[in-house]
């Protein structure tokens, strides 16, 4: 797999273990990106050129493949810049206009700031109110108290499906089916589960679902909401501009339909276009036997890992988990990330975008090793005697 | 007593001995070798650092004295070379001294959050050089 990545072939001593961070990029991917800017680079949506019109193909063509991919309509996928923008639009234009004040917006204690913050500026707004699942002591989700929440009454529940910082994925299909039995809509941060999983949105059964490009082997500046069209079109836009418009007066405006009435002014075209690659790279790679070869590269780590004396794991790792975050007694987890990286390993050190839930566990600052579709043994081999050196080196 | 260049000078002659590897080694050496004999508060705290770092920085009889440590080897190796290279300046000396440059030239590499950290405590010695 390594053969189709440019970034293994210019650093061939690379030992990448920083998927869930943001993933490597396939020479498919690059090349639509230089396609577009080669060969065709006009605006999309208001062409009335050949190239325009031949953006605008391969625009909405990646629109289409995405599309198919997640089994939603094309007008289900809107354009945002990552995971984070498109979990605020659904803060700001979906939640925002059915919350009152005092209701409840239903998270866990195990999210991802970009999962949180978009929710506390919703609630500064509004009055919301935030309500968190607890973590229990082993760092992992309580499904027991977030049930016993969502059951207290919530007008909405934004969860994510895979912790970027514990590896655990959460029970989403039970979560959504009991959410829709009490008629909660829900959102679904698939940051970390759109790289290993491949999600049928309609059977999940989720009202939305955002993932961003750059962790699945797309381009960066380009993420997916991918919302229920009923839904979409009750959302008025909070950006204004070009593009989203259907028709406008100095007196006022009217908008454009979902997803263009979310997607104002000049989008990210070639990443749209590179992330149209990305989903093509995914269907043929994330097979069955990748699933369990990602798994047997997991066993691995592990396995490295836990011949360290004194290794303490954030929360509960396993090998159908695709990373795991971990602190060793006496040895500083900035230390340890600057000297895997001295041996050309790259992993994640600090408090990951958690900072609740590295409280939580009682560390400052961990390191996280992550993996993905090129991980091999050779790169556990690598990280197994680099971390036995850096230890015995760092205490 | 030596002038913060002779310091800074020998420290890096003994550093032209050594390659990137060994540099990055002789770091790790240093911060373990540092030896800590004041404690610290809070108070002392130099922020945006990635790890903990405690800087103190005062004067006596027109010298600069520091005294510091981190929680990190690395840090700590860094924090070592500060203290070696501008205890016993004068104030003028220890204003004028570019400590970055003096890394880059000596191939010293920091990451970028390193550096941030890094920035906190020359601004600690400049505010009180
Ligand atoms: C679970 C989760 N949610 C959200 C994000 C934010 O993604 P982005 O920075 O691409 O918006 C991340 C990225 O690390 C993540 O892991």
Known sequence: MK???????HNP?????????????????IQAVCDYYTHYSGNVHRANHDI??????????ARHRIATYFGVQQNEVVFQKNTTEALNLVAQSFVGKLIEPGDKILLTGLEHHANLVSWQLLAARTGAELVFSQVDEDGCFDEQHWLKLLISGVRFAAFTAVSNVTGERFPIEQMLAAARGLGVPTLIDGAQLTPHERVDFDKLGADFLVFSGHKIYGPTGIGVLIGRYELL??????????????????????????PLRFEAGTPPIASVIGL??????LEQHLTPEQHEL???????????LNSIEGIHFLGDPDRDARLASFVIEGVHSADLGAYLNEKNVAVRVGKMCAHPLLERCGV???????????TDQSDIDQLATAITKAVQRLR | MS?????????????????????FEWIIDTGKALAVEDSFTDEDLVKGCQSKVWLKVWQEADMLRLSGTSDALLVKGIVSLLLEIYNGSTTSDARAFDFIKWLNDNQISLSMQRMQGLEGMLRRIQSKA
């Open chain 2, 3 to 23: 002038t913060i260049h002779e310091r800074a000078n020998s420290i890096a002659e003994e550093l032209s001995f050594l390659d990137r590897d060994e540099r």
């Open chain 1, 233 to 258: 079109d009750q959302m008025t836009p909070w950006i204004g501009g070009g593009d989203m418009i259907d028709t406008v007066h100095l007196s006022g405006s009217t908008f454009q339909e979902p």
């Open chain 1, 13 to 29: 001593d690379l030992v990448y273990l920083d998927y869930a961070n943001t993933a490597p990029k396939p020479q498919t991917v």
């Open chain 1, 276 to 281: 149209g690659a990305a989903i093509d790279y």
């Open chain 1, 52 to 61: 325009g019109s031949r953006a605008d193909h391969a625009y909405e063509t």
């Open chain 1, 364 to 374: 400052d600052s961990a390191v996280r090793a992550s993996i993905g579709l090129c």
């Open chain 1, 3 to 9: 053969q189709d990545f440019p970034l293994f072939t």
């Open chain 1, 294 to 304: 990602e798994s047997t590269m997991m066993q691995g780590v592990l396995d490295a």
